[in-house]
């Protein structure tokens, strides 16, 4: 048995998440399948996130186990031929040990949200950002931000179906920074809630607009309640950018 | 009677180029069907250059002239809601004199080439790069590129379809850079023969990928022989970025 470790790549757009769902294309039914078309065997895509519909990833950490001879090279070469033309690569593919794990020994999780701030909507971009035609000041939104920085009872970021044994988690990082017409939102913790990323931007924004007060960002997060949540950004603008493995777990 | 100077960005990818066609969607097109949906008349789009089937625009100048009384920051906004969900928008717009004109003030153009240097397809650039799965010499690329500066008979570098009155233009710059994945061309002139960019870049690509020894290029250049053309670049990675004024023009 051969684990081969994964790093995609993929616009979320066409599908349903990252997960298998029984009626609608998804990132791990296009792996899978490609897998079985090279392997002729049916195996498991592990990733270290689950990203929801509309989501896209820049560097997804995935694993795979297949009983073959193929190198890891080829490997991600045949897959890529079978994912075509959706739009998923492989853009990495290494083999690893089996106590190599993509979502148990993931130590941390990395996103960046993009919002293209100007008055025309976005072309090239479109899908691809949040459009936000009001002017967003960045620097207010990053102070707000970081309330939300440490270990909290995320409920009122949230999701009602968020499957998560507790709210509590430990944010470790929250920026948001203007570059150009974009204005850019990266964080990183452990692991986050459903909804969470989504949540605290659409939080940011309302207080880029002028419409919240820098302070109730952090009334919202000590409110603990989902009705405190003022906006949820929508999925396209969201990217699953990082997982981070120990050092004994790099390869 | 009011001149209206548009800066217009757009994915080429539903196309078949800037200007109107008679069996098939352009850019000049959608915008004035917007101009006419918001004024009521028919004006003719005037643009800085023509880009082809898939070439897209960061920064395309426009004008159109209309008898109305909208001001300009009104006009972008209602061309906007009337080219939605087609992939233009109006980025820019401003009451000019009527001695500005898009095309005939304009004395230089700039294009920018985008090529993604991997071996795993895009996937979120889908459709905006040039895939290039093996690994480019930019550096190669750049030095070969010095040989097409300056004033040449450009015929190699022609489409056989070309209007033009004369092969001879004068190249005022072309670099060839890496950017991580991606390896950049960016050249600017007066103005350009039809397909002469997507020309040049792939007789570059020849020479990055080791196909073509680096003086070939001047070769084929001396050679003023479309038979000469290694490879034509696809138009999706292609992108229309700016056109100058002189100063007494600029606003």
């Given at each position: 048995?051969?684990?081969?470790?994964?790093?995609?790549?993929?616009?979320?757009?066409?599908?349903?998440?990252?997960?298998?769902?029984?009626?609608?294309?998804?990132?791990?039914?296009?792996?899978?399948?490609?897998?079985?078309?090279?392997?002729?065997?049916?195996?498991?895509?592990?990733?270290?996130?689950?990203?929801?519909?509309?989501?896209?990833?820049?560097?997804?950490?995935?694993?795979?186990?297949?009983?073959?001879?193929?190198?890891?090279f080829?490997?991600?070469?045949?897959?890529?031929?079978?994912?075509?033309?959706?739009?998923?690569?492989?853009t990495?593919?290494?083999?690893?040990?089996?106590?190599?794990?993509?979502?148990?020994?993931?130590?941390?999780?990395?996103?960046?949200?993009r919002?293209?701030?100007?008055?025309?909507?976005p072309?090239?971009?479109?899908?691809?950002?949040?459009?936000?035609?009001?002017?967003?000041?960045?620097?207010?939104?990053?102070r707000?931000?970081?309330?939300?920085?440490?270990?909290?009872?995320?409920?009122?970021?949230?999701?009602?179906?968020?499957?998560?044994?507790?709210?509590?988690?430990?944010?470790?990082?929250?920026?948001?920074?203007?570059?150009?017409?974009?204005?850019?939102?990266?964080t990183?913790?452990?692991?986050?809630?459903?909804?969470?990323v989504?949540?605290?931007?659409?939080?940011?924004?309302?207080?880029?607009?002028?419409r919240?007060?820098?302070?109730?960002?952090?009334?919202?997060?000590?409110?603990?309640?989902?009705?405190?949540?003022?906006?949820?950004?929508?999925?396209?603008?969201?990217?699953?950018?990082?997982?981070?493995?120990?050092?004994?777990?790099?390869?």
């Amino acid at each position: 048995m051969t684990r081969f470790a994964l790093t995609l790549e993929y616009d979320g757009a066409p599908f349903a998440g990252l997960q298998r769902q029984a009626n609608a294309p998804s990132v791990q039914e296009a792996v899978e399948d490609a897998v079985f078309a090279v392997t002729g065997q049916h195996a498991t895509l592990h990733a270290a996130g689950r990203t929801d519909a509309g989501v896209h990833a820049l560097a997804m950490r995935a694993h795979v186990d297949v009983e073959t001879a193929i190198a890891p090279f080829r490997m991600m070469e045949a897959l890529n031929a079978h994912l075509r033309p959706r739009p998923v690569a492989v853009t990495a593919c290494a083999a690893v040990g089996d106590q190599w794990h993509a979502r148990f020994s993931c130590t941390g999780r990395a996103y960046e949200y993009r919002i293209l701030n100007r008055r025309a909507p976005p072309t090239l971009d479109a899908g691809r950002v949040w459009g936000i035609g009001r002017p967003l000041d960045a620097d207010a939104m990053d102070r707000a931000a970081q309330a939300l920085v440490g270990k909290h009872d995320f409920t009122t970021f949230r999701s009602v179906q968020c499957q998560a044994a507790s709210p509590v988690k430990t944010l470790d990082r929250i920026t948001v920074h203007r570059a150009g017409e974009r204005v850019l939102v990266e964080t990183a913790a452990r692991s986050f809630l459903h909804h969470q990323v989504r949540s605290m931007v659409g939080c940011l924004a309302l207080v880029g607009m002028g419409r919240w007060e820098e302070s109730r960002v952090a009334d919202a997060l000590a409110a603990r309640d989902r009705q405190q949540l003022g906006l949820n950004a929508p999925p396209h603008g969201l990217y699953f950018v990082h997982a981070a493995y120990p050092p004994e777990d790099r390869f």
